[in-house]
């Protein structure tokens, strides 16, 4: 009997990965890459276009004011 191994490839870097359930970071081959393509991910989702928007948790944006 041989256990068929699911490879896929890493969607930032493209390297193998093993889809296991060891792997926590699946489908990335590291927490590197799954950080990072959730960074690019939240940046493209929270871009507006046209209107720069400040960053949420300012501390002292009242005393701008
Ligand atoms: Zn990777």
Redesign the pocket.
């Known amino acids: 009997m041989n256990d068929k191994i699911n490879l896929i490839n890493?969607?930032?870097?493209?390297?193998e990965?093993e889809w296991t359930k060891d792997n926590h970071y699946r489908p990335?081959?590291?927490e590197?890459?799954?950080l990072i393509d959730l960074g690019e991910w939240a940046a493209e989702r929270y871009r507006v276009p046209g209107e720069p928007t400040p960053p949420p948790d300012k501390p002292d944006s009242e005393s701008l004011q």
């Open positions: 890493c969607p930032n870097c493209g390297k990965v990335f081959c590291c590197r890459c799954r």
